[in-house]
């Protein structure tokens, strides 16, 4: 992945928080909805949100809102969390698929992948008018020790704003893409040696000589850093599940297509799954597996992997699992607050409460109908997207 110099992402910045279409300021203002879902505190009907310095100052039924306060008249609309893409490539260059993988070496736990982040990227711009407001942001399959990921907000004026973690976690590929025949490894047994090789050495790691990728895996092995282990199929699944009994791993599975068939193992061992994207043309077995893992306890988020798919296919997601059996409330959860848990970023965005981030999607109707559209985006208490504005 070819490295970008940090002040020119700084610079870019500067000119992003120009370009989005924000609202006056951080000024208060107050949001009358029709139905407000908090994710966290039930559906509030006829309700408000007021909101001050880009935080939910309060919500609920029949609030004092100061006279002189902007009302944003949304009566007739659903209001919801920002939704968060657990895992996708938005972003990353103009030549995202160049960008996401550093094969020469299969094991780069250094590489930042914020280094290659372009806030200016059109994908940014489609994923805000798809409602999303936060994502992870993770290097490719391509490496069985890929990279460090990043937790990022889709608006901000200065760095604090929009990158809520430089370094979210490392992501683990047990994906086939991540076995090269010039490279090693070459096989399943080889790459599963690697990743044992690599955590041994972690496990013994001493700083008496400063070594980057060393103190990185380090962090990972001794269960302070999350490990993002992509797994689709049964025996990838299995091999990650092997990995976390061997080294006690604070793992979450990406993917998990065939999580089903061991969902009791996955749910004994409490590991969350980010699940990869629903599709409308998805079979129908496929589409029930999801559900079968959410009714086994598994605390699930949904992702786009985009560019790979559509953005607005983080919200069919949930749009389908519904169809197929996954109660609304839960599909709800994995857009959002279950998202931000995973994620551990849950203090400060995932939800509608008092304190939290003031990030909010305004649809014309109910959040897991197709039918429905995205009206309005906030982020931070700015307006970053107005569908009349198209």
């Known amino acids: 992945m070819r490295r970008r110099i940090f002040p020119s992402i700084l610079l870019s910045l500067s000119i992003f928080s120009h370009l989005v279409i924000a609202a006056e300021g951080s000024e208060s203002f107050a949001i009358r909805a029709g139905r407000i879902w908090t994710a966290t505190d039930g559906v509030i009907t006829d309700g408000i949100i007021i909101v001050k310095d880009g935080k939910i100052h309060a919500v609920g ?3 004092d809102v100061h006279a002189e306060a902007k009302i944003l008249d949304m009566s007739d609309k659903d209001v919801i969390p920002g939704l968060i893409d657990a895992h996708c490539h938005v972003g990353l260059s103009l030549d995202i698929f160049a960008e996401i993988d550093e094969t020469v070496s299969a094991v780069t736990p250094d590489m930042q992948i ?3 982040f372009d806030p200016l990227a059109d994908d940014v711009t489609k994923a805000r008018s798809s409602g999303v407001t936060t994502v992870m942001l993770a290097p490719g399959n391509k490496n069985p020790i890929a990279g460090q990921t990043a937790i990022v907000k889709l608006y901000g004026n200065k760095m604090n704003d929009w990158a809520l973690k430089r370094k979210g976690g490392v992501k683990l590929s047990l994906r086939d893409e991540a076995l090269m025949s010039d490279r090693r490894p070459t096989s399943r047994a080889g790459l599963m040696a690697l990743l044992r090789e690599q955590l041994n050495q972690a496990k013994a790691y001493k700083d008496d000589e400063y070594d980057p990728c060393g103190e990185v ?5 001794d269960g302070n850093v999350p490990a993002y282990i992509c797994a689709y199929t049964v025996d990838e699944i299995a091999s990650a599940v092997t990995l976390v009994d ?8 990406i993917g998990a297509e065939q999580g089903d068939e061991l969902a009791n193992v996955i749910a004994e061992r409490d590991i969350p799954v980010i699940y990869a994207p629903l599709l409308l043309f998805s079979k129908d077995k496929d589409l029930k597996r999801v559900v079968k893992l959410a009714n086994s306890g598994i605390k699930l988020a949904f992702s786009s992997t985009a560019p790979k798919t559509a953005l607005h296919d983080l919200r069919t997601s949930a749009i389908l699992a519904t169809k197929y059996g996954l109660s609304p409330e839960v599909a709800l959860k994995s857009l959002t607050i279950h998202a931000a848990e995973i994620l551990r970023i849950a203090d400060r965005v ?3 409460e008092k304190g939290k981030d003031a990030d909010l999607v305004i ?9 429905s559209n995205i009206e309005m985006v906030i982020i931070n208490g700015h307006i970053v997207y107005k569908r009349q504005e198209e």
């Open 350 to 352: 995932g939800s509608i």
């Open 246 to 253: 061997e080294y006690g791993l604070k793992a979450v599975l």
């Open 217 to 221: 895996l380090k962090c990972v092995a």
């Open 61 to 63: 039924k029949e609030l």
């Open 114 to 116: 914020l280094d290659a």
């Open 363 to 371: 649809l014309n109707g109910d959040p897991l109908q197709l039918t």
